[in-house]
């Protein structure tokens, strides 16, 4: 049996699965982020070892699983953030995540030194303070006594994997997250690194995803309660792992879109797209050789759940399903009225830190269900816009199969596929995808599967097909959402802080 690990931003999922990757039990032990103004978002990476252990142990004991029968571990983790060690590996400061959005004038310094377009065809990504390169300059600026004392730069699931092996590397799929990594060599990018100020020496080694790193050190299978024989596959970063897990695998497979905190649209495809307007990104696949072309935005299903908390009488308790199926009453009613998504900035399709979100054309008559049915608007109208900056590019979409959190409500994939115009399915693993795409690749990694596997471990079991007057109709309420914003951004430039 294998066990796989999900670093994500709110918590760590274990999870129990057979040689095949077919699951058979799960446990999700939850942490804190530090989000504060001025961009700020941080983690401390202890948490995430200490959610590991916890996880493991509780998954072993509530599955009542023999822990001798455990042969192999994996672990899949959120993507481009920092976590920055001494001699000793031992963190610094702690971790600044992906959401963190303080490097503006360290992407500004990347961005005069190597060229925006250069460095977007080097990198299949543009210069943006989200990416980790950028995020270890801000350090070495402004926190100059914490940075003389870093010696290795790692991503969240290599912290762990160096925590269960004594040995620090990462993956292609980690690597093309960092905004470091040349995609046409699969190296470290040497005229990226001269233009940061940083030294080669900082960045660790890049592995396959399949790879085996190693076994489980002494400390680690006493911490965990598994045999030392357990060998732990290095895995990647979670937007390639839930391609896998949700049976993209191939050009053939088609898109698929996460709903989770962070929401993004993806496929694979056999070389890197590149939008002329540099509004989407490519990340090397953790099947060799592939890539997965991505749209993210900051916050899909965290706008989700900041309204849900902020209109629930118990924050602790939103009741999300009931706000979300209290809005389908007032689909026509909300014409006029507008959320825009940016809680924490925004990537695609705007690249703009700076970004707020803020309800547009509230009028006296609107209330909680229209705030609600807005806001999973604007989440649906913004990952439109990735769509049909892939379509420009010239890849094709015409079905997106969900998975993460919220792809569990049928309003809001009915939404979905009326705004896209495009079938929208459900599939078995929704809040699963990445520990099943984890185990695949951890199976592949000890010569027990290979990756089309993925694909037979799911199935579709909900299919939302638009309605062409809705689709009509939102197609121009999108280009409304499209205006807000653009009437918005001279102000947010100039108001930011």
Same mark, same amino acid.
């Given at each position: 049996?294998?066990?796989?690990?999900?670093?994500?931003?709110?918590?760590?999922?274990?999870?129990?699965?057979?040689?095949?990757?077919?699951?058979?039990?799960?446990?999700?032990?939850?942490?804190?982020?530090?989000?504060?103004?001025?961009? !700020?978002?941080?983690? *401390?990476?202890?948490?995430?070892?200490?959610?590991?252990?916890?996880?493991?142990?509780?998954?072993?004991?509530?599955?009542?699983?023999?822990?001798?029968?455990?042969?192999?571990?994996?672990?899949?983790?959120?993507?481009?953030?920092?976590?920055?060690?001494?001699?000793?590996?031992?963190?610094?400061?702690?971790?600044?995540?992906?959401?963190?959005?303080?490097?503006?004038?360290?992407?500004?310094?990347?961005?005069?030194?190597?060229?925006?377009?250069?460095?977007?065809?080097?990198?299949?990504?543009?210069?943006?303070?989200? /990416?980790?390169?950028?995020?270890?300059?801000?350090?070495?600026?402004?926190?100059?006594?914490?940075?003389?004392?870093?010696?290795?730069?790692?991503?969240?699931?290599?912290?762990?994997?160096?925590?269960?092996?004594?040995?620090?590397?990462?993956?292609?799929?980690? #690597?093309?997250?960092?905004?470091?990594? *040349?995609?046409?060599?699969?190296?470290?990018?040497?005229?990226?690194?001269?233009?940061?100020?940083?030294?080669?020496?900082?960045?660790?080694?890049?592995?396959? $995803?399949?790879?085996?790193?190693?076994?489980?050190?002494?400390?680690? %299978?006493?911490?965990?309660?598994? $045999?030392?024989?357990?060998?732990?596959?290095?895995?990647?970063?979670?937007?390639? =792992?839930?391609?896998?897990?949700?049976?993209?695998?191939?050009? $053939?497979?088609?898109?698929?879109?996460?709903?989770?905190?962070?929401?993004? !649209?993806?496929?694979?495809?056999?070389?890197?797209?590149?939008?002329?307007?540099?509004?989407?990104?490519?990340?090397?696949?953790?099947?060799?050789?592939?890539?997965?072309?991505? %749209?993210?935005?900051?916050?899909?299903? #965290?706008?989700?759940?900041?309204?849900?908390?902020?209109?629930?009488?118990?924050?602790?308790?939103?009741?999300?399903?009931?706000?979300?199926?209290?809005?389908?009453?007032? %689909?026509?009613?909300?014409?006029?009225?507008?959320?825009?998504? /940016?809680?924490?900035?925004?990537?695609?399709?705007?690249?703009?830190?700076?970004?707020? #979100?803020?309800?547009?054309?509230?009028?006296?008559?609107?209330?909680?269900?229209?705030?609600?049915?807005?806001?999973?608007?604007?989440?649906?109208?913004?990952?439109?816009?990735? !769509?049909?900056?892939?379509?420009?590019?010239?890849?094709? =979409?015409?079905?997106?199969?969900?998975?993460?959190?919220?792809?569990?409500?049928?309003?809001?994939?009915?939404?979905?596929?009326?705004?896209?115009?495009?079938?929208?399915?459900?599939?078995?693993?929704?809040?699963?995808?990445?520990?099943?795409?984890?185990?695949?690749?951890?199976?592949?990694?000890?010569?027990?599967?290979?990756?089309?596997?993925?694909?037979?471990?799911?199935?579709?079991?909900?299919?939302?097909?638009?309605?062409?007057?809705?689709?009509?109709?939102?197609?121009?309420?999108? %280009?409304?959402?499209?205006?807000? /914003?653009?009437?918005?951004?001279?102000?947010?430039?100039? $108001?930011?802080?």
């Amino acid at each position: 049996m294998l066990i796989a690990h999900d670093l994500g931003t709110t918590g760590n999922k274990a999870s129990l699965h057979t040689d095949e990757g077919r699951l058979l039990a799960s446990v999700t032990v939850s942490y804190g982020a530090h989000f504060a103004t001025g961009g !700020i978002a941080e983690q *401390d990476p202890a948490d995430w070892w200490n959610a590991v252990v916890s996880a493991t142990r509780q998954l072993t004991e509530s599955s009542g699983t023999d822990p001798g029968s455990v042969a192999g571990l994996v672990v899949s983790g959120q993507m481009m953030g920092a976590v920055l060690l001494d001699a000793a590996y031992e963190p610094v400061r702690p971790a600044i995540i992906w959401a963190d959005s303080r490097s503006s004038q360290q992407a500004a310094q990347l961005k005069a030194a190597l060229g925006a377009e250069y460095a977007y065809g080097l990198l299949g990504h543009r210069i943006d303070p989200t /990416y980790s390169v950028e995020k270890v300059m801000w350090v070495r600026d402004n926190e100059p006594q914490t940075f003389a004392r870093v010696r290795h730069i790692a991503l969240a699931k290599d912290y762990v994997v160096h925590r269960l092996t004594g040995t620090l590397a990462t993956d292609r799929s980690d #690597a093309s997250g960092t905004n470091a990594y *040349d995609q046409k060599t699969g190296e470290w990018s040497a005229d990226v690194l001269a233009a940061a100020g940083l030294d080669r020496a900082l960045f660790p080694e890049i592995r396959e $995803s399949t790879d085996v790193v190693g076994a489980l050190s002494a400390s680690a %299978a006493e911490a965990l309660g598994l $045999s030392r024989s357990v060998r732990v596959v290095m895995g990647g970063g979670d937007g390639p =792992i839930a391609a896998v897990g949700s049976g993209v695998v191939s050009p $053939s497979d088609g898109a698929y879109v996460c709903l989770g905190t962070s929401s993004w !649209i993806s496929f694979a495809s056999e070389a890197p797209v590149h939008d002329p307007a540099m509004r989407t990104f490519t990340f090397d696949h953790v099947v060799p050789g592939m890539f997965v072309p991505t %749209a993210t935005m900051q916050a899909g299903g #965290a706008s989700i759940a900041w309204i849900s908390e902020v209109l629930s009488a118990d924050p602790a308790n939103p009741g999300v399903s009931g706000l979300v199926a209290e809005s389908e009453d007032v %689909a026509d009613d909300v014409d006029g009225l507008y959320f825009l998504p /940016y809680l924490l900035g925004e990537r695609s399709p705007w690249w703009n830190p700076d970004a707020r #979100a803020a309800f547009v054309g509230l009028s006296r008559h609107h209330g909680r269900a229209h705030l609600t049915r807005a806001v999973l608007e604007g989440v649906a109208f913004n990952l439109f816009s990735c !769509i049909q900056a892939f379509a420009e590019a010239g890849a094709t =979409i015409d079905r997106i199969d969900a998975v993460g959190g919220a792809a569990a409500s049928d309003p809001l994939l009915r939404l979905l596929a009326d705004v896209w115009g495009v079938p929208v399915r459900r599939r078995t693993v929704v809040s699963e995808a990445n520990s099943l795409g984890a185990a695949v690749t951890g199976a592949v990694g000890l010569g027990l599967t290979d990756f089309g596997a993925a694909r037979d471990l799911s199935e579709v079991i909900a299919e939302f097909t638009p309605d062409l007057d809705r689709h009509r109709n939102y197609v121009r309420r999108h %280009a409304e959402f499209t205006d807000a /914003y653009r009437a918005l951004e001279p102000w947010y430039t100039g $108001s930011s802080r």
